[in-house]
């Protein structure tokens, strides 16, 4: 009986002893937990002050108790108070491709003659730091993407239906699309502009009509591209014809020249002829003819036969003779 009494006491002063490391482990616990729960409310709180501001976006600060301040953010990490959010837009370039290959993005527009044309459009805006606060009110907290998705998408389809119903097919596919761009642009400019939405660019990056009307305006297009040979081809005839009159002029012109200059050549001969006989009989003396006949005289008498008389010679000059 004692010995078990002794067992029954040692067995209690072990189970005693062992809940004591129980409860230490559990503080412990306890604390580990509160110290991992401080830290991370910590960083749910600092989280909830300090936003980052990417590069090229401005932000919109709005307050639960005050609503929106007329400040904006600038890029980078910015602190505000947890009780405040800040949206985000783009006040550099932001390019945007409604394109059919994009989600299915693309535009059916109308035209002129009753046909209907699916457009790709591809364009480049920002929004203006000071008018952010405005289009935060405006657009009511909506993102720039929304805002691309809804506002500016419609005002695209609205402007684009209005240019292209004065326009033909082939003038939207090929004659007039750069002027069509244009007024769209334009149009489109003036309207987002109101909102502090600059629109940068715009383009028309496909135009494809129905099947049949691609053929016709080909089938058109074959036609004015064989007219424009035919007048290229003609407009070289005329200018070869035109060529062809100046070379013949050309050579004529050169043909008057050479008979003027050989005409004139030859009265410059003559005259000089004319002028060196001049000179010569003018230097001639009874004398100097009467010394050259006799050089050549071989001092025979000439004679004459038949019912001529005989040439006498001068008597000086038969005394220097002989």
Known sequence: MNNNFNVLNSLNK???GGGSKRGFNKKKIVGLTGVVAGVIALAVLIGSCTTKIEPGYNGVVYSLNGGLKKDVLNQGLRLHAPWESVTQYPTSTETVYLTKSNDNESFDINTSDGKSVNVDVVYAYHMEADKLPHIFTKFRRKTHEEIQAGYIKT???TVMQEVSTTYSVLGIYAEHRNEVTKQIHEKLSTILAKDGIVLENFSLSDVRPDEKTLKSI???ADAQNKQE???REQKNKEQEAINAKIEAQ???QVAIVNAEAEA???RIEAEAKAEANRKLQQ???DQLVQYEWIKKWNGQMPTVQGSGSIIQMPADMLKQNK
């Open 264 to 266: 004139e050549k030859t």
């Open 250 to 252: 050309g050579k004529k």
């Open 229 to 231: 040979f035919l007048k």
């Open 283 to 285: 230097s001639l003396s």
């Open 155 to 157: 005002q695209i389809k």
């Open 218 to 220: 080909q089938a058109i």
């Open 14 to 16: 072990n189970e005693g």
